[in-house]
């Protein structure tokens, strides 16, 4: 018969009681570490969450609640592991392939910081509808490039070309004769490819917005005042109850963009067939009615997008529930009965219409490309007056990261655009060249030809810049290995040793000349662009035919970049694509380019609805669901151990977390990007005020970095000083300095007693190995000692397990978020 557990041994009496239990819960980086490796256990075990994330600990820790006595000195370790939110299967590699769409949300969060008293400025709301604008201006353009493969290239030259059309060929239906050998009918038919596109794009980001946004976030304890406990976070916009939930404006933006592309399919059918119902004597009137019918509601559905892209923005104050069900059903709807009823329309038997020369996409990309040069120029003048206005030490190009990323999202929209048009142009030409005389099919617009044709100055210019780039680095490496020895107390200097170890510094320090590389990628990026817009409608020719009477190096030149400008963007998209798969599988790529993509993706959709889902929406709300929830269940004492990218999950969770539980809370951060990354580029949310007001907000907090660390370094808050050598004192109360270092890295120059083996260079990795990483971890323990005393469980705010379902005003606070 089996017997009952014994409870763990009561205390005699005037004995002091076992202290609180204490844990600490590690968050992994961009590596995606197993659980197995951040517990060092082979077997762990899951307590809590799902497949996709969730938390582990060792076997034998389980159950550490039920017997606190055991852990007595040390801390229950378990781990949240993320990493399958942003990897795990290689499809999602092809989320890459929407690259701009994600430069652009992230516009949206690199403007400049506001001051935390009083209401934001109307610029606040004046850059993010900028930014909205520019989001949907890409939208508009990648259905467009998809118009101009389908419709002009294929549908209306090719098909309408013998050359193409022949008796055994693929398209031998289209032979002329045949009841789809119109061109209206053709064109009804190819505009079944880009409206694929768009209802492709609607179906990945409704989803992931039912996997992420759309999560009711749980119902906060209200203060007696009736304020949310996440109202008492000193300002902080991540703090913020409504900032991790995404529902409602992902929602509306979601249908204005399936709407805007639905949109763009109908005209790019509709405009030739008006065209040619104007031009023709012998055109009924009733098609004559059915154009200005077509016409007058293509602008009633444009006039509807842009309304609900400009009429709200993002609201963070609270929880919004509602989803504003009128636009999020009816446009979309719409839209996609108007492009129907566009078929039918060009579908409509013209007898005598042919398609001669090119569908009038020259017009329409320039237009859409001065459209957004003046957008990004209005958003650089806005973001200039924000940062005057608030000054932020350290901010990217002073306030200008938001700008250079809505250019760089805006180029990498128009290059990828017109290099897929050029290879399709190039491949249905054969070994002719599009847009030159004799050639049997006109090929696409010229405006793309020319923005092909800039990759490869481009790519010299930043070739250039590197090497600049590079030379700088060299010459900080000789200067450091003079004095790397010196650091070492009795070491024997040894030139090829100091070499690696200078060498090391100097590559972690490129991290901090990158905001000059990309404000440089971005001039020379808005001058080619320029140049491009200028030559096409100037010329109305491709490069090499606008270049033929010019000097024959400038001829030459002209023609290679034209050639190879299509075949790199060709190559540069299918290598991304390979890269990116490789990424989500093997962790050893992802140390390589994980940083970028998760910088990217941790961010909500704000501006663009089909930019790849943000995985901090997810893992924001776990980790605040589990410190809440255990301190409260326990009294216990728990240190947030964030390492890299876990380091700012950490953080964000930390701010989410109601007073009585951050006062059980510490935070330790090593390898974090906080501030050298996430507070130049996004200021706003990360800059010196954010990170100094959570510094106040927790009882301690201590960051470990190395100056070999590409990533990490100091958050530079708290009377901290970065050149401190490691030797602050362990544990620092909430005055005192933030930041332990640089930690030396390797932990010895050469062999002694305790190091046989030549140490290895860490960089960016082994932080946990380093003896101060447990010294401040057991201090900040201590610390945290008198706030978690048995019975002091008042105040702890663990939230109500109900979901909110409270209906907010219906007007939001005034430039609450853009």
Known sequence: MPQPALPEAVPPDGASPPPPLALELFVHGVAGAAPGELLRDPHPVRVTGDSTAAVFRRAEDADAEAHPGRYAGRPVPEAYCWSRLTSGNGARALWLLLLPFMVANLAHWARPATAPDGPPPRAVRAYGLLVRLLALSLTVLLVAAACEVALDLLAWQCAGSRTCVGPRGGLAFLRPGSWWAQPGRRLALGALVPAALTGLLWFLSARTWSAYESQPPPAGTPDPAGTPHSADHGGAPLGRPGFWYGRRIVARLRAAHTAAGLLTVALAVAAPAVREDLRSAATPAALLAAGWAVRALLAAGAVGVLWVVCRRGRTEARPDHRLDRAAVTLLPSGALALLAAVLLYAGWSRPGWTSPGRLPGDVAFGVLMLGQGGCVLALALVARRLHRRTPTPGAVLGGLGGPAAALLGCALGGVMSGGVAQRVADWLDGAATPGTPGDPLPGPP????????????????LALVAAVAAVRAAAIRRRAAATVAAEYPGAVPDPDRSRRIAGARAAAALTDTAPWFVGAVCLVTLLLGGGALAGAWGSGRVPAEAAR???????????????????????????????????????????????????????????????PPCYAERAVPDLTWRMTGWTARTGGRLVVSGHSQGSVLAAAAVWQLPPGTRRRVGLLTYGSPLARLYGRWFPAYFGPGPLAALHQDLDCWRNLWRATDPIGGPVGVGGSAPGSGGSGRAGADADGPVDRGPLADPVAYGRDALHPLPAPILRHTGYQADPAFTAERDALLARLADAARPGAREGTGLPVQRISKARAAPADPPGTAG
């Open 549 to 611: 009477d010019a000097h024959p190096l400038a001829a030459a030149a002209a023609r290679a970049a034209q050639d190879s400008g299509s075949w790199l963007i060709g190559f540069g998209m299918a290598a991304f694509v390979a890269l990116g798969r490789r990424a989500y599988r093997d962790p050893a790529s992802r140390r390589t380019i994980g940083i970028l993509w998760d910088v990217g993706t941790f961010w909500p959709r704000a501006a663009h609805p089909f930019a």
């Open 446 to 461: 010229v405006l793309l030809s020319w923005q092909a044709a800039v990759l490869p100055p481009l790519l010299i210019a």
